[in-house]
């Protein structure tokens, strides 16, 4: 099953998983790296993943390319909203834009991060 992972983390802890992972390509055994989508904030991620826009990747699951259209009448919405969310969606690297239509190539999304107090 393939998930995407979604973190809350600072650059330099994203540069530092990346270089973990490129240093496992030279050894013998390498773990299969998680599909991680990083953003800094959560102010940045909720802009991201907004509710309409987690709603368009709970369509998208499982179904193979779809195009906006149908999505947005999956979803009961308009089509200019849907394809705004979906640009939103593909230019930061969530979903996919092929000739077939838009794809969300995982099979669920995982959140994995804490909330602190303010400081």
Known sequence: MTTLTVKIESLE???ARAVSVVSQWDSAVMEDPAVTLSFPSWEVMHRVLAPKRLDILKVLVGQG????????????????????DVDTLVQNG???????GIVF??????FDFDIRAAA
């Open 13 to 15: 802890d994203t540069m």
């Open 65 to 84: 390319p779809l195009s906006i259209r149908e999505v947005a009448r999956r979803l009961g919405r308009d089509f200019e909203g849907v394809h705004t």
């Open 94 to 100: 969530v979903v996919d834009k092929t000739k077939g």
């Open 105 to 110: 190539p995982y099979e669920r999304v995982h």
